[in-house]
């Protein structure tokens, strides 16, 4: 398995085998943790779509168990895509998903769990009325779907949105129900934008201004910001606002797509990505579907599509500008192996293995002392797109501070390598702080996606130290640059640095010297995700 297999992660959510997509209606009820997926049982690529459920106490190890939801009615006979999870008055669970009707018409469905009484909620049954929402009025049955985790006004209705895309604009589609049967649809949307195209898988959820707890879906007074994510052009964009429920305004702050206010969760591959709250531990939790780089082809070859990030908190950052992820501290139980060193210079042109540990499934974190900011590089005014620059300044082209940062899946003679990296410029009196994960060299195998990504961090190198946290795992990287402020996660295919031969180095091809102020990088023990076998229907 393992050699056939070098590209399965150790502690990254997967299935067994075939096709999986976007994670759907994560939930916290009664000590456990659940999380469904779009996934395919008949093979590694998309269709066939049904809810698979997997069951946790941690959110590292899982349990999977029968698949939750798959088509059974007319209203989803012909798919069940993605939806959330909503804990109703009296701690009862209710899905609401969009199923592919008859007609090939997406609608929108409830389902609640069969028996409440089973903490595993093993079974859901689906409601008489199905389908709760239909595409009438000018909707585009085929743009139409995803509906969120609904939240309660004070004026105790319910409200959700539905994504689609209207007169060429993505648009939230806002419906209110007393009941959480017969919904109404509101004539304003929560929001749109000519500037997109269709949304998939909207999020609104509010954020805390003034402490890092996170807040319940319904909660809502002035000491919130609210959030809208959309999923549209192969990311998962986000804007801040104010949300009023009286009139169920939003009034944004940034808008999607405006120049130089790109907040995207992720610069890399990153999609579909849902939150919710986490009562037991009083947080926001994040979940993403990190798609392959690889072939179709090599998918069915390997016989497996598709992982979820490491769950991430997610709250507002200090300066109420961005929001900021960090991967859950369940996650550091897996650690074992620490290798760890501080206040050494990494001088310009050198290389310095980071020795001891599994570097293929591996957790390490960094952080770099900029001595000599004054030879920072003056930024051109025309490089506003930090991807563009960084595939332009890949990992080999010298600058003066950066590239400086780790060298992931690395063969000895780093004829592969995945580098993330750094670069600082000057512009004015200002320092930008520009990272970057080039994936250029991290496989001598040709006709894999090897996007270069890239993005601005809002920080100043002249008062904190510029850090860098690398969840690696044989097939991805994720990167939290920033303590969290810019996130990268890529894909990669390694055929020399695999296993034993997967190295992990600190580098800086700058021409000046910059130090590591601490570095700490430990090997990642296998979460335990299983499935249960022979299992018996609950009586
Ligand atoms: N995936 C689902 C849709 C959603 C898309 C289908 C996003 O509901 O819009 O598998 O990846």
Redesign the pocket.
């Known amino acids: 398995q393992e050699t056939d297999q070098p590209y399965r992660t150790g502690y990254h959510f997967q299935p067994p085998k075939n096709w999986m997509?976007?994670p759907n209606g994560p939930m916290y009820y009664k000590g456990v943790y659940h999380l469904f997926y779009?996934y395919n049982p008949y093979g590694a690529v998309?269709g066939n779509?049904v809810w698979a459920h997997s069951v946790s106490y941690d959110l590292v190890n899982w349990v999977h168990i029968d698949h939750a939801i798959y088509p059974t009615q007319p209203s989803d006979i012909n798919g069940c895509?993605?939806g959330s999870t909503t804990i109703l008055p009296g701690e009862k669970p209710a899905i609401l998903y969009?199923g592919i009707d008859t007609k090939n018409h997406q609608v929108q469905n409830l389902a609640v769990p069969k028996n409440l009484s089973d903490p595993l909620l093993r079974e859901w049954i689906k409601s008489p009325y199905n389908p709760l929402m239909t595409p009438i009025g000018g909707i585009d049955p085929d743009l139409y779907?995803?509906p969120t985790t609904a939240w309660q006004g004070p004026d105790k209705i319910w409200r959700v949105i539905v994504?689609s895309q209207i007169d060429g604009h993505g648009r939230a589609i806002l419906y209110r129900s007393k009941d959480f049967v017969n919904w109404t649809r509101i004539d304003s949307p929560l929001h749109s934008s000519g500037k997109t195209e269709m949304w998939?898988?909207p999020d609104f959820f509010p954020v805390s201004t003034r402490s890092s707890n996170g807040v319940d879906t319904s909660s809502q007074d002035k000491y919130t910001k609210h959030v809208l994510k959309a999923?549209f052009n192969h990311h998962d964009y986000y804007i801040l606002g104010g949300y009023k429920p009286v009139n169920d305004s939003f009034s944004v702050e940034t808008n999607f797509m405006d120049s130089g206010m790109d907040l995207r969760y992720d610069y890399g591959k990153f999609?579909?990505s849902k939150t919710f709250f986490d009562r037991a531990m009083n947080r926001r939790i994040l979940w993403g579907?990190i798609n392959e780089s690889d072939s179709e082809s090599d998918d069915i070859k390997k016989g497996w599509s598709g992982l979820q990030s490491i769950p991430r908190t997610i709250l507002l950052s200090k300066t109420g500008k961005q929001l900021v992820q960090w991967p859950i501290k369940e996650i550091e139980k897996l650690r074992f192996k620490n290798l760890s060193f501080h206040d050494k210079k990494l001088k310009s042109g050198s290389v310095l293995e980071v020795p001891g540990i599994t570097a293929s499934q591996a957790d390490v974190e960094v952080s770099f002392e900029l001595p000599n900011l004054e030879d920072a590089e003056i930024l051109d005014p025309s490089w506003t797109d930090p991807q563009l620059l960084c595939s332009q300044k890949k990992a080999s082209v010298r600058g003066k501070l950066g590239p400086f940062g780790l060298l992931a899946f690395a063969t000895k003679n780093l004829t592969e390598q995945t580098a993330i990296y750094f670069r600082i410029f000057r512009s004015n009196h200002n320092y930008i702080v520009l990272m970057c994960s080039d994936q250029s060299r991290s496989s001598v195998r040709e006709e894999l996606d090897k996007t270069t990504y890239g993005a601005f961090i809002d920080m100043d190198p002249r008062h904190e130290n510029i850090s860098l946290r690398s969840l690696i795992d044989h097939s991805i990287v994720e990167s939290f640059g920033g303590e969290g402020r810019a996130c990268i996660t890529a894909r990669v295919y390694p055929k020399l640095a695999i296993h034993e031969q997967a190295y992990l180095f600190a580098f800086n091809n700058g021409t000046s010297n910059v130090k590591i102020s601490r570095l700490n990088a430990w090997s990642m023990k296998n979460a335990q995700i299983v499935s249960t076998k022979n299992r018996r229907k609950p009586q």
């Open positions: 997509n976007d779009q998309w779509i895509w993605s969009t779907r995803d994504g998939e898988c999923s999609y579909a579907w």
